[in-house]
T-cell receptor, first 112, second 116 residues
Framework: GNSVTQMEGPVTLSEEAFLTINCTYT??????LFWYVQYPGEGLQLLLK?????DKGSNKGFEATYRKETTSFHLEKGSVQVSDSAVYFC???????????FGKGTRLHILP | GAVVSQHPSWVICKSGTSVKIECRSL??????MFWYRQFPKQSLMLMAT?????????EQGVEKDKFLINHASLTLSTLTVTSAHPEDSSFYIC????????????FGSGTRLTVV
């Protein structure tokens, strides 16, 4: 079945550091891929998405590229800020049944 | 944009009582609603999928008699935790797809349930 694996946290970085959160997936079809973010005390928000191979999703300085050959969708940001501290979830959805499957989440701490 | 309003945001109840959580789609029709449970520092676990006008589909291991889901209209889906116990304490979140699933999903703000 479909699944998502993302790097375990917590990840602690200093402000302005480069961020990578790895995410790989297994899927039988052609899923869409997402990154969601959950800020402290809040619900989930869509950060970015990609619907087909080689698509790059980007938002708020974050980027992720849909790599079919490596079944990956790694999240990157060139210079993180304290306000980026949150939990990040990689997810995929299969258009055949609309279900969305989440990774376990990666907690990110950015130190000033 | 499409918004799902979830209430209550938090609730404390006594063991043995029932709690109802509501999710309303405010500016779109949600024919499908997904219900998730999130344990502390863990990922979201899909509990069930509700479809307007039909019975909900529960994931393996989820007790359908304990977690009653109703989707009576295109704008309202409810989750009732019956005879709640402390182990039911968790964060519950609903989600609706925005058209086709590759458009994304909108999420409710979540309900923190504490059973004492």
């Amino acid at each position: 079945g479909n699944s998502v694996t993302q790097m375990e946290g917590p990840v602690t970085l200093s402000e302005e550091a480069f961020l990578t959160i790895n995410c790989t997936y297994t899927a039988t079809g052609y899923p869409s891929l997402f990154w969601y973010v959950q800020y402290p005390g809040e619900g989930l928000q869509l950060l970015l998405k990609a619907t087909k191979a080689d698509d790059k999703g980007s938002n708020k300085g974050f980027e992720a590229t849909y790599r079919k050959e490596t079944t990956s969708f790694h999240l990157e940001k060139g210079s993180v800020q304290v306000s980026d501290s949150a939990v990040y979830f990689c997810a995929l959805s299969d258009t055949r049944d609309d279900k969305i499957i989440f990774g376990k989440g990666t907690r990110l701490h950015i130190l000033p | 944009g499409a918004v799902v309003s979830q209430h209550p945001s938090w609730v404390i109840c006594k063991s043995g009582t029932s709690v109802k959580i509501e999710c309303r789609s405010l500016d779109f029709q949600a024919t499908t609603m997904f219900w998730y449970r999130q344990f502390p520092k863990q990922s979201l676990m899909l509990m069930a999928t509700s479809n307007e006008g039909s019975k909900a589909t529960y994931e393996q291991g989820v007790e359908k008699d304990k977690f009653l889901i109703n989707h009576a209209s295109l704008t309202l889906s409810t989750l009732t935790v019956t005879s709640a116990h402390p182990e039911d304490s968790s964060f519950y979140i609903c989600s609706a797809p925005l058209g086709q699933s590759n458009y994304g999903y909108t999420f409710g703000s979540g309900t923190r349930l504490t059973v004492v």
